[in-house]
């Protein structure tokens, strides 16, 4: 079966992702899954059997008609901040938000409502003008915060990241890294979060406050460099089985 992995050009530049996309088409061979490694800026008119989606454009269910791991509806909901509030803020516990422009409290929390990976997340502590493109949150516990990594809308795996002297604890920016079991109130707000929005592969990132976990993103495209540095555990393969296992049962 032919399956599109479909990029944005600029992140198959980065190195940490050209080897997932190798790690992912060595795997998928495994199952007899051709995968083939598209840009979202050079589409194919034909359609696949199959589509991974790493682009964050969920346009693509609108041109092609077939599978696509994460569905339309989770890469539009997860890639957009400001949309992840709205559509969680009255199911799961969430760090009050709103438009930039319309901000009038300091410190505050300014994000780009599109970014992905800590990247253009800053903490303001004076009045400055943004664009819609930008959200303002409320301080959560600085520098720490938790990943849930799942598949097949289980919990597969926990993550804690924590930064001394940032307030941002993202792995990637030099953040610590550390297993973290969840307690059965925290795999309950996970649920909370995954009967709402059903994901097959992905990353929920939480905050805390006061101890209580805290909904603050969907990492849609999530990577695997966390889990593969601490434990023995190969989401990839795991990944690739359930999707041939879901393309077997269609």
């Known amino acids: ?25 060595e795997e998928a061979s495994e199952y007899n899954l051709e995968l083939k490694l598209i840009t979202q800026e050079d589409l194919p008119e034909e359609t696949p059997d199959f589509i991974i989606n790493r682009s964050r454009f969920y346009e693509l269910s609108n041109k092609y008609n077939c599978k696509h791991f994460n569905d339309a509806e989770v890469t539009r909901i997860a890639n957009d901040k400001w949309l992840t509030y709205q559509f969680f803020k009255d199911e799961v516990p969430m760090m009050k938000t709103w438009l930039a422009n319309e901000n009038k409290i300091y410190p505050i929390i300014i994000k780009n409502r599109f970014g992905h990976g800590g990247d253009d997340v800053h903490l303001v502590t004076k009045d400055e003008q943004y664009s819609d ?23 597969y795996a926990s993550v804690l990241r924590t930064c001394e002297n940032n307030f941002k604890s993202n792995y990637s920016l030099g953040g610590k890294a550390e297993l973290y079991d969840l307690s059965e109130k925290e795999k309950e707000v996970v649920y909370s979060v995954l009967n709402k929005l059903p994901i097959f592969y992905g990353g929920i990132d939480f ?28 989401i990839v393969q795991d990944y690739i089985k359930m999707i041939a296992k879901e393309l077997k049962s269609a």
């Open 1 to 25: 079966m032919l399956g599109y992995l479909i990029y944005d050009q600029k992140d198959i530049d980065r190195s940490t992702n050209r080897n997932f996309i190798n790690w992912l088409i």
């Open 133 to 155: 493109e930008y959200i303002a949150q409320e301080l959560a516990t600085p520098g720490k915060d938790l990943r849930v990594y799942v598949l097949n809308n289980q919990i």
């Open 207 to 234: 905050l805390f406050k006061d101890d209580l976990l805290i909904l603050n993103e969907i990492e849609d495209p999530v990577g695997a460099k966390m889990l593969y540095n601490l434990t023995d555990k190969n």
